[in-house]
């Protein structure tokens, strides 16, 4: 088999491995009423809290 063929072969089986659960991820929170709020970790991600410098 190709090196070439190989690599983009590899690629395309896991961009549909990923695909799937986001898929679902995306068609979950799109049924989702509208003014779910600042939970939403898909509309309002929350970033770790960063360390204060001393």
Known sequence: MNT???????????????????????LAHARTEHGHGPGCWWCHPHFPHRRKAR
Do not use: K, Q
Request: charged share 0%.
């Open 4 to 26: 070439v063929l190989y690599v983009f072969s590899t690629l395309a089986v896991a961009a549909g491995l990923l695909g799937i659960p986001a898929t679902f991820t995306f």
